[in-house]
């Protein structure tokens, strides 16, 4: 069974910084890529970032492209979101999931199987 464990959120200013992680287990980490999803107080999940098995590719949303950098660390099974010069838009929950195939990064959320339970981050103004 794959699960997949969020941390790292908080409450931080506007401008700054927090790192995600997602720890996950119950197969081979490297064969897959993972993805960064994030869901606001009545609105839909929304893609932040995704992943390649080798972590060469990688793709992000406009909101966050020049902000937010995903990394994996396929030692240590585990992905991670950078987030820097953080918004009051950027609050949400932020999920990590992945896939039961892919390899490449993709944006779809209907494409991902496997979720985490989500870490809340909450930027003030």
């Known amino acids: 069974q794959v699960q997949l464990v969020e941390s790292g959120g908080g409450l931080v200013q506007a401008g700054g910084s927090l790192r995600l992680s997602c720890a996950a287990s119950?197969?081979?980490?490297?064969?897959?890529?993972l993805g960064w999803f994030r869901q606001a107080p009545g609105k839909e999940r929304e893609f932040v970032a995704a992943?390649?098995?080798?972590?060469?590719?990688?793709d992000y949303s406009d909101s966050v492209k020049g902000r937010f950098t995903i990394s994996r660390d396929n030692a240590k099974n585990t992905v991670y979101l950078q987030m820097n010069s953080l918004k009051p838009e950027d609050t949400a929950v932020y999920y990590c999931?992945?896939?039961?195939?892919?390899?490449?990064?993709?944006?779809?959320?209907?494409?991902?199987?496997?979720w985490g339970q989500g870490t809340q981050v909450t930027v003030s103004s």
């Open positions: 999931a992945t896939g039961t195939s892919f390899a490449a990064p993709l944006r779809a959320t209907s494409l991902y199987t496997y």
């Open positions: 119950g197969r081979t980490f490297s064969n897959y890529a």
């Open positions: 992943i390649s098995r080798t972590g060469v590719s990688t």
